[in-house]
């Protein structure tokens, strides 16, 4: 990776949000509306600020890939991965991958975070290395990243709410999972001498985590499968990664608990409503108050943050609170999260656009958000399906489950005006 290219990326985003702020302070100036000129030239700027983060992005996505699944799947998780530890001989995964596509290893392969693919995951203090997996630069190209770390790789990528820092859970079954929760804390009062203390216990309740199954078919030719310069491994894993990812991630959004996941937009607590006859769009107090509408405790959580559609940042960039300062605030490293009111913003393409009705923004502590996976994903094939047409299919499953547990208030939404 360059650091001369990320620096004059990094320079040209920076110049192009100094050359927007000039724009919007001036029509305020003037007391004004930016005019058509002023509007063309602003989307373009936002344009090229939105190319640039996807470039950016490109740029430092090994290392980017290895420090979000550490933060999402090691550094919130209090109880260990689930799965068989790698045999002491080191057993390569990979190799049993590739016979088992040829078809020489029967007609199933289950796969399964063994110890060696999480190595990238977490380093240990027992470990001293003149050259580093973590950094590419360093030594981290020379070594073959496993095909389950991928396939998790992929999954973070393609879900802006996995970047969030939700509570993962891997479990080894997938019967029904009950997470206990508290609806109502005790409250203690004045007594007066002699008088009686009334009782006041907290109450519970609790969430249920199912299995929901999440499939998709690959079929590959068997040429590809001999040709000995693709990547199949890694063809497979963006495909199967992609395609469960963006099915299960929508659900994980949006899902509205029957039959699929209970999306943390379906789930989060109505924080703020728009004003009427603005099409539901959001303004710097509405904004503002949806901050301060989710309380101390879970605003200074670590995994508290703004979620929402990448053209909804657009809009959040205009805005100034009641001092002049805008609201959002470009970051100054390369890989890390803009931020709004001092936390992260996060994108995802199944929030809903700015909207009459919408729930458009949602802000809070996402670690409140359980997600369930079940083992790992596991792969079949078959060489009969597709006979006539001289293909191997595969099909890759995988089950998992959301929720939001604290419906108190952990996370709210901006809800755009009726009317």
Same mark, same amino acid.
């Given at each position: 990776m360059s650091a001369e290219l990320l620096k004059r990326l990094q320079d040209e985003r920076l110049g192009l949000w100094e050359d927007q702020k000039r724009a919007l302070d001036t029509a305020e100036g003037e007391k004004r509306d930016l005019d058509a000129a002023e509007s063309k030239a602003y989307d373009e700027r936002n344009a090229r600020m939105d190319a640039i983060d996807a470039r950016l992005k490109e740029l430092v996505e090994g290392e980017k890939r290895a420090k979000d699944a550490g933060d999402a799947f090691d550094k919130l998780m209090e109880t260990k991965r689930t799965g068989p530890p790698a045999p002491a001989g080191g057993e390569d995964v990979n190799a049993k991958l590739r016979a088992f596509l040829r078809g020489e290893s029967g007609r199933a392969f289950e796969i399964t975070p063994s110890e060696r693919d999480r190595a990238p995951f977490r380093q240990s203090a027992e470990e001293a290395r003149d050259?580093?997996?973590?950094?590419?630069?360093?030594?981290?190209?020379?070594?073959?990243?496993?095909?389950?770390?991928?396939?998790?790789?992929?999954?973070?990528?393609?879900?802006?709410?996995?970047?969030?820092?939700?509570?993962?859970? !891997?479990?080894? &079954?997938?019967?029904? %999972?009950q997470i206990p929760k508290t609806t109502a804390h005790g409250g203690a009062a004045l007594v007066a001498e002699g008088?009686?203390?009334?009782e006041s216990d907290p109450t519970f309740g609790q969430v249920t985590l199912n299995a929901y199954k999440y499939g998709v078919l690959l079929q590959i030719s068997y040429e590809l499968t001999e040709d000995t310069g693709v990547d199949l491994e890694g063809y497979l894993a963006m495909q199967a990664g992609r395609a469960t990812g963006n099915a299960f991630g929508a659900h994980a959004i949006t899902g509205d608990n029957s039959g699929k996941p209970n999306g943390v937009a379906t789930a989060a607590t109505s924080g703020v409503t728009g004003g009427t006859g603005v099409t539901g769009a959001f303004t710097s107090d509405n904004l503002i108050d949806l901050h301060y509408s989710v309380i101390?405790?879970?605003? !200074?959580?670590? &995994?508290?943050?703004? %979620?929402?559609?990448?053209?909804?940042?657009?809009?959040?960039?205009?805005?100034?609170d009641s001092t002049g300062q805008y609201l959002w605030q470009p970051s100054l490293q390369v890989g890390a999260p803009d931020t709004l009111l001092g936390k992260p913003i996060h994108t995802d393409p199944n929030v809903a656009g700015v909207g009459l009705g919408a729930r458009s923004v949602l802000f809070g502590d996402f670690s409140q958000y359980f997600v369930r996976f079940v083992r790992g994903l596991r792969f079949e094939r078959s060489d009969d399906y597709a006979f006539n047409q001289d293909l191997i299919t595969y099909?890759?499953?995988?089950?998992?489950?959301?929720?939001?547990?604290?419906?108190?208030?952990?996370?709210?939404?901006?809800?755009?005006?009726?009317?």
């Open positions: 050259l580093t997996v973590g950094s590419a630069t360093a030594g981290g190209n020379t070594v073959p990243t496993s095909f389950y770390n991928r396939l998790v790789a992929h999954l973070i990528e393609v879900s802006g709410l996995l970047m969030l820092a939700p509570t993962v859970l !891997n479990t080894t &079954s997938g019967e029904a %999972l008088a009686g203390i009334t101390a405790p879970y605003r !200074n959580s670590p &995994s508290c943050g703004w %979620l929402m559609k990448d053209a909804t940042v657009g809009s959040v960039r205009k805005l100034k099909r890759c499953l995988m089950r998992a489950d959301g929720d939001l547990v604290d419906t108190t208030g952990a996370i709210k939404c901006f809800v755009g005006g009726a009317s």
